[in-house]
T-cell receptor, first 113, second 113 residues
Framework: GENVEQHPSTLSVQEGDSAVIKCTYS??????FPWYKQELGKRPQLIID?????GEKKDQRIAVTLNKTAKHFSLHITETQPEDSAVYFC????????????FGAGTILRVKS | ETGVTQSPTHLIKTRGQQVTLRCSSQ?????VSWYQQALGQGPQFIFQ???????GRGNFPPRFSGLQFPNYSSELNVNALELDDSALYLC????????????FGPGTRLTVT
């Protein structure tokens, strides 16, 4: 079955710097890759997603890139702010509409002001 | 704020007992997925219900079962509780087959003692 690995497990950056989180997946049939942000004690919230027919997607300070050949995708956050501090999860699914999401283990992002 | 709700918020049970968790999907959504999130880990897919039938299951034993009702709300039942069942249980709703993200509920924190 699908396996998703996520790195790093923790990431500390200075406010204003960029943060990059990387994920790799094992199932070449996976074609939908969402990223979720989870603040302490709260529900996961989708921040951006990408489908396999697209190599890059951007939404303001957040961008995601996908390399299907290498089977990895990355989250890029620019101009980080203290409110970006949270746990970020990547996920992969073999069905485009998010059936059976397989999540990575998460990255704790700390933005220091 | 999404419309997915879950009850109860917290629950404490004893090993060997049975528990039922409830999820009300967002208006217009016909699919509910359940996930188990152990402390410090990513959510793990338990199963998914679409039009009142299970149409996908993760690597969980049969003592994890569920239901979906005509109004698309759902229940997760766990029999013979074990200590390792202690986790945050999340449900997520969406609409199949239309493209769309999964919206997570706030979760039920289950503690098994």
């Amino acid at each position: 079955g699908e396996n998703v690995e996520q790195h790093p497990s923790t990431l500390s950056v200075q406010e204003g710097d960029s943060a990059v989180i990387k994920c790799t997946y094992s199932d070449s049939a996976s074609n939908y890759f969402p990223w979720y942000k989870q603040e302490l004690g709260k529900r996961p919230q989708l921040i951006i997603d990408i489908r396999s027919n697209v190599g890059e997607k951007k939404d303001q300070r957040i961008a995601v890139t996908l390399n299907k050949t290498a089977k990895h995708f990355s989250l890029h956050i620019t101009e980080t702010q203290p409110e970006d501090s949270a746990v970020y999860f990547c996920a992969a699914s073999t069905q485009e509409y998010g059936n059976k999401l397989v999540f990575g283990a998460g990255t704790i992002l700390r933005v220091k002001s | 704020e999404t419309g997915v709700t879950q009850s109860p918020t917290h629950l404490i049970k004893t090993r060997g007992q049975q528990v039922t968790l409830r999820c009300s999907s967002q208006s217009g959504h016909n699919t509910v997925s359940w996930y188990q999130q152990a402390l410090g880990q990513g959510p793990q897919f338990i199963f998914q219900y679409y039009r009142e039938e299970e149409n996908g299951r993760g690597n969980f034993p049969p003592r994890f079962s569920g239901l979906q009702f005509p109004n698309y709300s759902s229940e997760l039942n766990v029999n013979a509780l074990e200590l390792d069942d202690s986790a945050l249980y999340l449900c997520a709703s969406r609409t199949l087959p239309v493209m769309g993200e999964q919206y997570f509920g706030p979760g039920t924190r289950l503690t098994v003692t």
